[in-house]
């Protein structure tokens, strides 16, 4: 039966990244004996993204290799697939979702994992060939042309992808110039000590890297073809291709036309309920509660958009509740893997174990004298026992947010 005519039970989930492919899959794990339908805005099945700036990069992976289930199996567990279809609008009072096709879907659990996408930078000369974002797998298509004809790659943004894309280039044999606007890499995600550890490690396989700088414009000697960047202090820095890396946004226009709490991210509780009754909301689109963080966190990772899956899909069938996790992030680098458990940020101490000399070490960050991130380079018994102890320390619910009373709730 058409689940647009078979309400009773219906889960409808916008996205179908990580967060909402793997819900589907849980909830069909779960019990969940209603209808199911992802909606996906790619003509493509749920896939994974994060070999998209390493070993799919490189072609050292293919396509069916970035499916984390296989081919055929949301078939098998009545999983309906939208690809390249878009929601339009939500409404709430009816429970209905209208898609680009004019088609409507009626749902009893809406989920909207609809992501993040890359922060635009408008600059002059910026509709030429040969300037990429990534985020999708047309994205990485794109870079992927272009690595193969480039010289030099211009990576605008320091951030954790374009230091990733800048050691995938570097195996491939491209020239790599990075362009970062702060006085160091990482900001605002890693430590001092770590940034300064990953600018040694990239300056070995001699990249480039341009602190406070800024663009200000893209040249090219014809329409089709860059040849340099134009700098704002009126330098020129010599380069054939341009990836644009200066962060990501929340996709949450949708929860935004329901009148959520969506201040840089929809606000959700532990299992990504938000404020509207059968509305759930999971993935980097969302900010939400960490057990021992204060305050909501918007994440950007795989294993925080799993973890958000899981809940929600336990939630939903009414399943048991696992046990919350501590955040962690990975990056692999050349040789070097990086695993941080925890949040840096949060920490008011920090102290070194090991020698950066050696490409193995740890910077553990304490809050209070008590352990609360740690950030290892390739040391992944330091990064075990790490995820450990924070959990230990850490395990209190922390329970839902405050939402603005302006929102509306359904029945």
């Known amino acids: 039966m058409n689940p647009a005519q078979h309400p009773q039970g219906h889960a409808v989930i916008i996205g179908a990244g990580h967060a909402g492919g793997t819900l589907a899959a849980l909830l069909r794990q779960y019990g969940h004996p209603g209808p199911i339908t992802v909606v996906g805005g790619e003509d493509l099945p749920p896939y994974l993204r994060p070999p998209l700036s390493r070993a799919w990069l490189q072609q050292a992976m293919g396509p069916d290799e970035l499916l984390p289930r296989p081919a055929g ?58 300037i990429t974002y990534l985020r999708t797998m047309e994205d990485a298509q794109a870079l992927r042309g272009h690595l193969q004809t480039a010289r030099c790659l211009a990576i605008i943004g320091g951030g954790y992808a374009g230091l990733e894309i800048a050691s995938t280039a570097r195996k491939l044999g491209v020239q790599v110039r990075i362009i970062e606007r702060e006085g160091r890499l990482l900001t605002r ?45 009126g330098s020129r820095l010599e380069c054939d291709a341009v990836l644009i890396g200066v962060g990501a946004a929340p996709c949450m226009e949708l929860a935004q036309s329901l009148g959520l709490d969506c201040a840089d991210g929809i606000a959700v509780d532990g299992e990504g309920r938000t404020a509207m009754n059968g509305i759930y909301a999971i993935g980097d689109a969302t900010r939400r ?78 809050r209070g004298g008590q352990l609360c991130a740690a950030e290892c380079v390739n040391s992944p018994g330091e990064f075990m026992a790490a995820r450990k102890a924070i959990a230990a320390t850490h395990c209190a619910d922390p329970g839902f947010p405050t939402l603005p009373s302006k929102a509306p709730l359904t029945p």
């Open 189 to 233: 995600s890693a430590s001092t000590q770590m940034a300064a550890h990953l600018l040694q490690l990239h300056a070995g396989q001699g990249v480039e890297v341009h602190f406070n700088a800024a663009v200000a414009a893209i040249q090219g000697d014809s329409p089709t073809r860059i040849t340099a960047l134009w700098m704002a202090d």
């Open 73 to 130: 199996a949301s078939a098998d567990q009545a999983i309906a697939l939208r690809p390249g279809m878009r929601a339009m609008a939500i409404e709430p009072g009816s429970r209905q979702v209208a898609l680009n096709d004019g088609s409507v879907l009626h749902y009893e659990h809406l989920v909207i994992a609809t992501g993040s996408a890359p922060r635009w930078l408008v600059l002059p000369g910026d509709e030429r060939p040969g």
């Open 289 to 366: 509660p960490l057990a021992g963080y204060p305050g909501l966190h918007r994440l950007e990772s795989v294993p925080s958009a799993l973890e958000q899956a899981r809940r929600a899909a336990c939630a939903i069938t009414g399943s048991e509740l696992p046990a919350h996790e501590t955040p962690w992030f990975w990056s692999d680098q050349y040789d070097t893997r990086l695993q941080i458990a925890g949040l840096p940020g949060q920490g008011d101490q920090t102290v070194l174990r090991g020698n950066p000399a050696s490409g193995r070490f740890a910077v553990l960050h304490l």
